[in-house]
């Protein structure tokens, strides 16, 4: 299977709990990114790297959340402290930059299937 | 910055047409267009670059009226394969690229 890969799928932890999880993107893609996305409501952008440069974070993201994608390989996310309100899917996708307009914007993104996480 | 879709649900019979929107506040450097089974990831439908660009495969189509900020999605003659939800994703002008906004979806019902 070479497309992109979240593990693990389900994660039931308690409030106060770290989480980590894992993205294996597409092997040839350069951009990873990871969403959240809760019932009922599109995607909801975290952060995204370029090979292994960590480009743009959302403000929305607190200080408890912080990824990583050493090699520009993989991608973890962890979350510290979870909280309730950190229940949902989190989504990873990976894709090549679209080169237009001397500009490098995105390419179709492939998701993987996600990570759901319930907080207790 | 996210993009407002309308309508939020649409029920259809086999064979029945729909047109889905997407609207945004910003100027739009692209606009993506996703579908999402229940219990499933996204899957591309296709990208939108340029003003006045139309694109489609098979029964499904979209258009991008750049001076609008909107972007319109077609679904001709619909199949139960249909069903789900779609989502546009829009990239701004003027902010750092790589950023897709996702819309809050439409839900699609498609009744044999």
């Known amino acids: 299977d070479t497309g992109v890969s979240q593990d693990p799928r389900h994660k039931i932890t308690k409030r106060g709990q770290n989480v980590t999880f894992r993205c294996d993107p597409i092997s040839e893609h350069n951009r990873l990114y990871w969403y959240r996305q809760t019932l009922g409501q599109g995607p909801e952008f975290l952060t995204y790297?370029?090979?292994?440069?960590?480009?743009?974070k959302s403000r929305l993201l607190s200080d408890r959340f912080s990824a990583e994608r050493p090699k520009g390989s993989f991608s973890t996310l962890e979350i510290q402290r979870t909280e309730q309100g950190d229940s949902a899917m989190y989504l990873c996708a990976s894709s090549l930059a679209l080169w237009r307009e001397n500009e490098r914007g995105t390419g179709e993104l492939f998701f993987g299937e996600g990570s759901r996480l319930t907080v207790l | 910055q996210q993009p407002v879709q309308s309508p939020q649900a649409v029920i259809l019979r086999e064979g029945e047409d729909a047109v889905i929107n997407c609207s945004s506040s910003?100027?739009?450097?692209?606009v993506h267009w996703y579908r999402q089974k229940h219990g499933e990831a996204p899957v591309f439908l296709m990208i939108?670059?340029?003003?006045?660009e139309q694109k489609g495969h098979d029964k499904i189509s979209a258009s991008f009226n750049e001076k609008k900020q909107q972007s319109s999605l077609y679904l001709t003659a619909s199949q139960l394969s249909y069903s789900g939800t779609y989502f546009c994703?829009?990239?701004?002008?003027?902010?750092?690229?790589?950023?897709?906004?996702f819309g809050r979806g439409t839900q699609l019902t498609v009744w044999p």
């Open positions: 910003k100027a739009l450097y692209s």
């Open positions: 994703g829009t990239e701004n002008r003027g902010s750092t690229l790589g950023r897709l906004y």
């Open positions: 790297f370029q090979n292994e440069a960590q480009l743009e």
């Open positions: 939108l670059l340029k003003g006045g």
